[in-house]
């Protein structure tokens, strides 16, 4: 029996240890510990990599989402769409600045929500829409764009699981009014603890964005919002400029897994994730379906192979949000969440465990 770890986070430690230990060191020795060259240079480099004109570092990625939405001044009586399948964080950036949650059920083949979708639950109190790159798949950007623009509405993109995924070839950063990241260890491009980034084309809104991370300050001592502290520590900043480097080759052996477990699940009980033709994902997650998925779960188990749910409880299931909207509230996303099943997935994973899964998915 081969033993396949979901996830083997230090093993991508060792992988770089001695320039990760060096660029640590040297962030430790020189003094910066707020700001500084190396968050700089990390910001103009994400800036770069991610198809926009401007990153500004943040503490985390929820803290990027609650940014964006306090830049776009997003308050109470302001309805803003999300889907009903996401992590969490992506509805409590939206409680937590005040505003209304419209939640929007996906597609359930590709899991992402749709511009039809969208278009359905659009009020005239609609101020944003929130569509997330679920899994590390790109929404559809082109009909999201239009239809926001249609309707004058603002958006912003969650793209926590998205680092280096495209659309129509273009890095997903550039894309909308802001998109937000996090940087939390286990995502595609990881810290060694928390941190995030909000990117965007526009100038006024990356300082917007700055300013309310650093309590509502542009200028020392002179607060002209009630902002937050919320900065991209300059050690994860120092992490992150090692790793980036290495993104694009990391995302391509994701590819190279998702593709063999698609050819070798064409046609068997597991249902695959459909893929627009427009998008290059990244596989942050790998996500398929069973009909019978806590019993394979239990299968997979025993024989040393390792999956997770993301996310097992949809977010208007959860205590915090479960008076708000009765249990069926959203069908497909509680569909989804009882089939789901996450395959072992990462640069780290050998092809020889690729094969040993494959056999184990298709013995189930
Ligand atoms: C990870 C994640 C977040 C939150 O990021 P943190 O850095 O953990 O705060 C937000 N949205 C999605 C979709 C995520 O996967």
Redesign the pocket.
């Given at each position: 029996m081969m033993r396949v770890p979901f996830l083997d986070l230090a093993a991508g430690y060792q992988a770089l240890q001695p320039e990760l230990e060096h660029a640590l060191l040297q962030a430790a020795r020189s003094g910066h510990y707020i700001g500084g060259e190396a968050l700089h240079a990390f910001e103009q480099a994400f800036a770069a990599y991610s198809g926009s004109r401007y990153c500004v570092g943040t503490g985390?990625?929820?803290d990027a989402?609650r940014l964006a939405l306090l830049a776009l001044e997003i308050g109470p009586g302001d309805e803003v769409i999300v889907p009903s399948n996401?992590?969490i964080?992506?509805w409590l950036a939206v409680s937590q600045c005040g505003a209304t949650l419209v939640p929007v059920e996906p597609d359930p083949d590709s899991h992402l929500i749709t511009a039809d979708g969208i278009a359905a639950a659009i009020t005239p109190r609609t101020r944003l829409i929130l569509p997330?790159h679920?899994y590390g798949q790109p929404v559809d950007i082109a009909a999201i764009s239009a239809l926001a623009c249609r309707h004058g509405i603002r958006v912003v993109a969650?793209a926590?699981?998205a680092h280096g995924a495209r659309y129509d070839g273009q890095p997903v950063g550039g894309a909308f009014d802001l998109c937000t990241w996090?940087?939390?260890p286990s995502?595609n491009l990881g810290a060694l603890g928390?941190g995030?980034a909000v990117t965007t084309n526009d100038p006024d809104l990356a300082e917007r964005v700055r300013m309310l991370g650093n309590y509502g300050s542009r200028e020392k001592y002179r607060f002209e919002r009630p902002g937050i502290n919320s900065r991209l520590d300059p050690l994860q900043a120092a992490v992150l400029s090692v790793k980036l480097p290495r993104l694009d080759a990391w995302n391509a052996r994701r590819q190279a897994i998702a593709h063999r477990y698609c050819t070798a699940l064409a046609g068997s009980d597991w249902t695959l994730p459909a893929v627009s033709p427009r998008t290059s994902p990244v596989w942050h997650l790998f996500v398929v379906r069973h009909p019978r998925r806590d019993l394979v779960q239990q299968q997979l188990r025993a024989l040393g192979v390792d999956t997770l749910i993301h996310y097992p409880i949809p977010p208007h299931r959860q205590q915090a949000y479960q008076r708000q909207w009765p249990a069926d509230a959203f069908p497909v996303a509680s569909a989804l969440a009882d089939e789901i099943l996450s395959l072992p997935m990462g640069p780290q994973l050998s092809d020889e465990q690729v094969t040993y899964v494959i056999d184990c998915l298709l013995g189930c």
């Amino acid at each position: 029996m081969m033993r396949v770890p979901f996830l083997d986070l230090a093993a991508g430690y060792q992988a770089l240890q001695p320039e990760l230990e060096h660029a640590l060191l040297q962030a430790a020795r020189s003094g910066h510990y707020i700001g500084g060259e190396a968050l700089h240079a990390f910001e103009q480099a994400f800036a770069a990599y991610s198809g926009s004109r401007y990153c500004v570092g943040t503490g985390n990625g929820l803290d990027a989402l609650r940014l964006a939405l306090l830049a776009l001044e997003i308050g109470p009586g302001d309805e803003v769409i999300v889907p009903s399948n996401t992590f969490i964080a992506t509805w409590l950036a939206v409680s937590q600045c005040g505003a209304t949650l419209v939640p929007v059920e996906p597609d359930p083949d590709s899991h992402l929500i749709t511009a039809d979708g969208i278009a359905a639950a659009i009020t005239p109190r609609t101020r944003l829409i929130l569509p997330v790159h679920l899994y590390g798949q790109p929404v559809d950007i082109a009909a999201i764009s239009a239809l926001a623009c249609r309707h004058g509405i603002r958006v912003v993109a969650d793209a926590a699981q998205a680092h280096g995924a495209r659309y129509d070839g273009q890095p997903v950063g550039g894309a909308f009014d802001l998109c937000t990241w996090s940087f939390y260890p286990s995502k595609n491009l990881g810290a060694l603890g928390d941190g995030g980034a909000v990117t965007t084309n526009d100038p006024d809104l990356a300082e917007r964005v700055r300013m309310l991370g650093n309590y509502g300050s542009r200028e020392k001592y002179r607060f002209e919002r009630p902002g937050i502290n919320s900065r991209l520590d300059p050690l994860q900043a120092a992490v992150l400029s090692v790793k980036l480097p290495r993104l694009d080759a990391w995302n391509a052996r994701r590819q190279a897994i998702a593709h063999r477990y698609c050819t070798a699940l064409a046609g068997s009980d597991w249902t695959l994730p459909a893929v627009s033709p427009r998008t290059s994902p990244v596989w942050h997650l790998f996500v398929v379906r069973h009909p019978r998925r806590d019993l394979v779960q239990q299968q997979l188990r025993a024989l040393g192979v390792d999956t997770l749910i993301h996310y097992p409880i949809p977010p208007h299931r959860q205590q915090a949000y479960q008076r708000q909207w009765p249990a069926d509230a959203f069908p497909v996303a509680s569909a989804l969440a009882d089939e789901i099943l996450s395959l072992p997935m990462g640069p780290q994973l050998s092809d020889e465990q690729v094969t040993y899964v494959i056999d184990c998915l298709l013995g189930c």
